[in-house]
């Protein structure tokens, strides 16, 4: 066995050598960021004159919506209000001449709403959705309860095809359950008896 090679090891470095060090670069980060933004031409938007176009799927006032054909399509299942965090929706049901069921009065309380999406989420009509409109506000609270006459829209909003009386299987004056193209004929659950 030959004599051992000597290693050179490295001296680590102090403590305060490191942080010298780190202090160091992020001085030099810094500068390079302000460096690299002073040439850069600022974007300055004179809100509420020049007012930004929100993406679709921004949160803010609620509206009610209506189906291609012009109904309304809430069906006043009260789906939204029990999901709703804070308690802020309510509603009375109602059924029309022909079997279809509405809400007779429909309320939201926007002093309340913490625009959470979770109504929208719940709702099987596609009726209840949150808009990208955030200029919603009042001196006076009380004059953020809104009433269904101030929620309901003519448009169908983000789903402007869908209607939940063509899927929803249920008994109306115009068609009987399963009858319409996009449903399937009811299951009679005793055939799958033994
Ligand atoms: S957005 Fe949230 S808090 Fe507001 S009404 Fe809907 S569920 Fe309630
Ligand atoms: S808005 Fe939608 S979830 Fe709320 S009651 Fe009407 S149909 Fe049901």
Aim: include cysteine.
């Amino acid at each position: 066995m030959g004599p051992r090679k000597k290693t050179t090891a490295h001296k680590p470095l102090k403590p305060d050598e490191n942080s010298a060090w780190s202090a160091l670069k992020a001085l030099v980060d810094g500068f390079a960021t302000t460096a690299r933004h002073l040439g850069r031409k600022p974007i300055t938007e004179s809100y509420p004159e020049v007012k930004r176009q929100l993406p679709d799927r921004s949160r803010a006032r609620i509206v009610l919506t209506r189906d291609p054909d012009g109904r309304e399509r809430c069906v006043a299942c009260y789906l939204c209000s029990a999901v709703c965090p804070v308690s802020c929706i309510s509603m009375q049901s109602a059924e029309q001449p022909d079997g279809r069921r509405y809400a007779r009065w429909f309320r939201i309380n926007f002093g309340r709403c913490i625009y959470c999406g979770l109504c929208e989420e719940a709702c099987p009509t596609s009726a209840i959705q949150l808009t990208p409109d955030f200029e919603n506000v009042q001196r006076d609270i009380l004059t953020l309860v809104f009433e269904k006459k101030d929620l309901l829209v003519d448009g169908c909003g983000k789903d402007p095809s869908y209607n939940f009386y063509d899927y929803a299987g249920v008994t109306t004056d115009q068609r009987g359950k399963g009858e319409h193209a996009s449903e399937a004929p009811p299951v009679n659950v005793k055939s799958n008896l033994p």
